[in-house]
């Protein structure tokens, strides 16, 4: 039946009192035996005189439904139950004692069988309401194990010479009888076990009146067709269908429990009149009448039980789907993160919750909208490329981005865009899922902030430096014109030594303009670039740039560069900075050692696993060994006026560029600062370099 799937009180209570009432095999075999004995005096009943064999045979069917509905352990005892039943039933009607036993036999074989196939097909309890178990149970129960019970059965009638009928046709009269009953009963009694043990739904209350209207019209009209006409009397065959409509509206609003019901009541009704005399199938013998009537039932009930199992399989799937929706629903609904799908040209088609409540606005105003419209405009154009090149060759674009806050100012989104395609492998829609990075982007640019308020202290650290790279070369220019203006005068014909003089000029200033260049390039705010660097490079330069501080402080530079060295993708601006900022620790702590041992040195190798490594070496003091684990803690410093901030900012640009940082001391003496950087081809490739900036 349709309906919710949570019983009312009532519903569980009768749930209760069924698994209680057939909880032990006793109560089972009692039910079964009290349904065997009615079964079998209906079937006298409904015995088309003088036919020995019932047109419809209901105790092979209420035994098979037992069966079905016990757990096979139990089945030894129902049938020893069943037995008196069968045994009474029968001497009330005068059949001999052995024709009771041999019918015992045939009908325990036949419902046996059935149960055996149909249990093991459908791994278990069959429920009829699945096309496939429907199927098992007409394969099995409606036509193997009647069919086969059938020849022991008219044998033993034979033999026992009950009555004088040919043996094939009561192999067909039984065969249909039992098909018949085990088709029309077992599936009824199946199917209403399963609705009881649901219990009572809300929903089949309200189908209650429904439900009553449907019989009464079955009831009249299967009446009106079956029993008022007299035997011989005018009747169309197409009025035998009248009942049809009738039986597909049970079947489709009721599914296998309406279905088999109203076959049941179609199937008594017709019998019942052709027993009397009544109907369209009591005008010929009482073997063709009841041939007639069979065939006529099996092909009304078949296609009957059929459509309602297709039915019934129909809503689970489509129950199963909802509730997978539910729970799908339910789970993006609860999430923090932005969810939603677009079409290709960006309309929104799904916003969750989290998603309205950032952007502030309703998911009806949000659907049927695009979603590029929630950015700033200078943004939308790169925004809709990516999308192009998406669709264009389908794969998972992750980008950063702006978007318009409701109270008018930027923030920042992270996306994860997963392409939906089609049959043709064409991109129809993309499922996204964001996420709000603004306090990431405002601790980036506080980051770069930082470092390069660091880079600066770097700098004017080397002011005395920096002014004697630059006066050099300026000293030389000054002289140099000098001496070409008294050659000129003494001798205006030396041409040639006037040029040579010119051209250390313009190296002078060449020199002065590289120096200026160099200091710009570290001064300059600038985001992270990622390129293929040489890190023998980045230290040549670094030396050049430090060197008249170091012959200032009467320090002697030293390098040991492994050569060739791959290339590194790196920022070579904050890669120099790291090195910067360890020359000068390293300055810084030889300070106080005699000058004959102040030496820095700065190394560089290949190390494994493709990694190239970098090395300053000095001949300090050391570093006290409970300082070493809190050396890149932000704010520590073991200088008086140092703001702790050079190694924390060197170790989140090394760790930017996913290399390694660590200090340590020489077993010589003085301290070591190591770094790694990833060899080309296994850290960050150019294309893949961050978009957003934590460099100042």
């Known amino acids: ?155 033993f009638v034979a033999l026992n010479r009950w009555g004088e009928s040919d043996y094939w046709d009561l192999w067909r009269t039984r065969f249909f009888s039992n098909a018949l009953a085990t088709l029309t009963l077992v599936g009824f009694i199946v199917s209403w076990s399963d609705v009881l043990a649901r219990g009572t739904q809300k929903s089949t209350r309200r189908d209650v009146p429904e439900a009553a209207f449907l019989a009464l019209c079955l009831v009249l009209v299967s009446f009106l067709v079956f029993v008022h006409v007299k035997a011989g009397g005018q009747t169309r ?99 923090t993160d932005l969810i939603c799908r677009f079409l290709p040209d960006t309309t929104l088609t799904f916003v969750n919750q989290a998603y309205c409540r950032f952007f502030n606005r309703r998911r009806e105003d949000l659907i049927g909208s695009k979603f590029i419209e929630l950015i700033p405009e200078p943004e939308r154009t790169k925004s809709l490329e990516r999308i192009a090149a998406a669709i264009k060759a389908p794969h998972v674009l992750t980008v950063e981005h702006q978007v318009l806050l409701p109270d008018g100012t930027h923030g920042w989104n992270q996306w994860v865009n997963h392409p939906v395609c089609g049959p043709d492998g064409a991109v129809v829609e993309f499922q996204a899922i964001g996420r709000d990075i603004s306090d990431r982007k405002r601790v980036e640019e506080a980051t770069a902030k930082l470092v390069h308020v660091s880079r600066l202290v770097m700098v004017g650290e080397l002011t005395a430096s920096i002014a004697h790279e630059i006066n050099q070369p300026l000293q030389a220019i000054l002289t140099n014109a000098g001496a070409a203006s008294i050659l000129l005068e003494a001798n205006p014909e030396k041409i040639d030594e006037v040029k040579q003089i010119l051209l250390d000029i313009r190296k002078d200033d060449a020199r002065a ?31 050049r740039f430090v060197r008249a501080e170091g012959l200032r402080r009467n320090v002697i530079f030293e390098t040991r560069l492994q050569a060739p060295l791959p290339n590194v993708n790196a920022d070579a601006v904050h890669v120099q900075q790291v090195l910067l900022n360890l020359v000068l620790n390293g300055l810084d702590a030889i300070t106080e050692a005699p000058k004959d041992k102040r030496r820095l040195v700065l190394t560089s190798s290949l190390l494994e696993p493709g990694e190239v490594g970098v090395s300053v070496y000095d001949t300090g003091r050391g570093i006290a060994p409970e300082r070493l684990p809190k050396l890149f803690e932000p704010f520590f410093t073991t200088k008086p006026e140092g703001m702790g901030l050079g190694l924390s900012i060197s170790r989140a640009i090394i760790e930017m560029h996913r290399g390694r940082i660590w200090g340590e001391n020489n077993p010589a003496g003085g301290a070591a600062f190591h770094f790694t950087l990833p060899a080309q081809g296994r850290g960050l490739e150019p294309e893949a370099a961050p978009q957003f900036s934590a460099a100042g």
């Open 237 to 335: 065959g197409a009025l035998l269908y009248t009942p049809l409509p009738f039986l597909l509206w049970a079947a489709v609003r009721f599914e296998v429990a309406g279905a088999t019901a109203s076959v049941l009541a179609v199937t008594l009704i017709s019998i019942w009149g052709a027993a009397h005399g009544r109907g369209p199938f009591a005008s010929r013998s009482p073997l063709e009448n009841a041939l007639s009537l069979q065939i006529f039932l099996v092909c009304v009930s078949i296609p009957q039980l059929c459509l309602a199992a297709t039915l019934a399989e129909r809503r689970k799937a489509e129950e199963a789907l909802r509730a997978s929706e539910e729970r799908y629903r339910e789970v993006i609904e609860t999430q």
């Open 513 to 543: 303009s590289e120096v200026i260049a160099h200091i710009r390039k570290l001064l300059r705010k600038r985001q992270f670039e990622i390129h293929p660097v040489q890190v023998n490079e980045l230290i040549a330069d670094v030396i």
């Open 1 to 155: 039946m349709k309906g919710s799937a949570i019983p009312s009180v009532d519903g569980s209570r009768r749930s209760a009192w069924l698994v209680k009432l057939v909880s032990s095999p006793f109560a089972a075999g009692l039910l079964t035996s009290i349904g065997y004995y009615l079964g079998a005096k209906l079937g006298f009943i409904l015995t088309l005189q003088p036919q020995p064999v019932s047109v419809l045979w209901p105790p092979n069917a209420i035994l098979l439904a037992g069966l079905l509905l016990t757990p096979p352990r139990w089945w030894l005892f129902i049938l020893l139950m069943v037995a008196p039943a069968h045994w009474a039933s029968q001497l009330q009607h005068g059949v001999p004692q052995m024709m009771i036993l041999c019918w015992f036999i045939s009908n325990g074989c036949e419902a046996l069988l059935g149960a055996v196939c149909i249990r093991c097909l459908c791994r278990g309890r069959p429920h009829l309401d699945t096309f496939r178990d429907a199927a098992i149970f007409l394969g099995c129960g409606v036509f193997l194990a009647p069919f086969l019970s059938s020849f022991l059965d008219a044998a």
